[in-house]
């Protein structure tokens, strides 16, 4: 039962540089989102999407984009790293309001 | 927009109980949940209120008064193992699907 799974665990980029933070989930889940968390500070939410196809801006949509293009996967693509989008990165899933989002271990993304 | 405050930090001793708060201002109030994070891990899912009262899971429970915007988290039985932090959301009827959430709480449990 593998629940929410990211890839990759680590990744050191350069200024400049793209990559593809992959998500993907098990569960049927129409609800899916990407966090980003600072050292010390909350979540706080980059995109999300209420079902395949369907994707909308959260809290800090900048530098960042997404597509769902099926109901398991939620890729999240940075095109030019920025020393200020080094964080750890969390994409979550939900059934439906008021069941648990269920998270993936986290993506810890440095750019130097 | 949803704001929420919780304690930065709580600290206490293995065996007490422990209240962790949460004040939210939102408009719509649709649920709130509590997580918990473990140092370098994941939130997981701990519990979530819609009504008023209190819920009860093992030694966790969270209390909800929609009247005054409040919850809380309470920790009974501490152990070592619960030293974590812990983050409120709150879901507001607008976007009941999208949880804001709080800046979380840390947690120092010693012997």
């Known amino acids: 039962n593998a629940g929410v799974t990211q890839t990759p665990k680590f990744r050191i980029l350069k200024i400049g540089q793209s990559m593809t933070l992959q998500c993907t989930q098990d569960m049927n889940h129409n609800y899916m989102y990407w966090y980003r968390q600072d050292p010390g500070m909350g979540l706080k939410l980059i995109y999300y999407?209420?079902?395949?196809?369907?994707?909308d801006k959260g809290e800090v949509p900048n530098g960042y984009n997404v597509s769902r293009s099926t109901t398991e996967d939620f890729p999240l693509r940075l095109e030019l790293a920025a020393p200020s989008q080094t964080s750890v990165y969390f994409c979550?899933?939900?059934?439906?309001?008021?069941?648990?989002?269920?998270f993936g271990d986290g993506t810890r993304l440095s750019i130097l | 927009g949803q704001s929420l405050e919780q304690p930065s930090e709580v600290t206490a001793v293995e065996g007490a109980i422990v209240q962790i708060n949460c004040t939210y201002q939102t408009s719509g109030f649709y649920g709130l949940s509590w997580y918990q994070q473990h140092d370098g891990g994941a939130p997981t899912f701990l519990s979530y209120n819609a009504l008023d009262g209190l819920e009860e899971t093992g030694r966790f429970s969270s209390f909800l008064s929609r009247s005054d915007s409040y919850g809380y988290l309470l920790l009974q039985e501490l152990q070592m193992k619960d030293s974590a932090s812990y983050f409120c959301a709150v879901y507001a009827s607008g976007g009941s699907y999208i949880p804001t959430f709080g800046r979380g709480t840390s947690l120092i449990v010693h012997p």
């Open positions: 999407s209420v079902g395949a196809g369907i994707t």
């Open positions: 979550a899933s939900m059934g439906s309001t008021g069941q648990p989002q269920h």
